[in-house]
């Protein structure tokens, strides 16, 4: 698995913090433009190519692999043990994250917890600390980039949303039980 923190100043008191839990996580240098949500959308995306490998078909003949992958922010903190026991048909587990929405929004709430302290996660908000298994980062980099001309622009949409919108919907998306 890699593991990944999205840093533009913090890292030294992100590092702190995933030393005190035990979690050897690389430094990603966050893209930084005028635009910030794009270019949180980038620095989200070229993590996401971080995970990925060849792989070796034999003669000359090379394929895409991936892996999972576990993405932090900077802001990250924690407040007990990390379960790394994820449900076994996850896309994505969440640990943590905003599901209420706000004052014009009303979200369903997680259901289903497991045995785990997973419950299935149906919206969210938030990007701090997620795990994406091998199969969402095929997913994401094949479809977010290209998803709308949007991406590219300055009305970009932030990937917390598109993520909500485009992978939630899958029903194979957990949080950590709120």
């Known amino acids: 698995m890699k593991k990944l923190c999205i840093t533009i100043k913090d890292w030294p008191i992100a590092e702190a913090e995933f030393n005190r839990v035990g979690l050897e996580v690389e430094p990603f240098q966050a893209i930084v433009e005028d635009n910030r949500p794009l270019a949180f959308n980038k620095s989200v995306y ?14 000359g003949v090379f394929k895409q692999g991936y892996e999972d992958l576990l993405l932090f922010e900077d802001d990250v903190k924690f407040d007990g043990p990390i379960n790394f026991d994820f449900p076994k048909d996850a896309l994505t587990v969440h640990l943590g994250g905003n599901i209420i929405g706000m004052d014009t929004t009303e979200w369903k709430m997680p259901t289903n917890s497991t045995p785990a302290g997973f419950a299935r996660l149906h919206n969210s908000w938030q ?4 795990w994406y298994s091998a199969e969402a980062v095929e997913y994401i980099l094949k479809r977010f980039i290209y998803v709308t001309d949007e991406y590219k622009t300055e009305g970009c949409q932030i990937f917390d949303e598109w993520l909500r919108v485009n992978v939630f919907p899958m029903g194979r998306s957990y949080i950590s039980n709120p």
């Not at 070229?46 to 003669?59: E, K, R, V, Y």
């Not at 990007?127 to 997620?130: E, P």
């Open 46 to 59: 070229a993590c996401m190519q971080l995970a990925t490998f060849p792989i070796d078909l034999g003669s």
């Open 127 to 130: 990007t701090h600390a997620i």
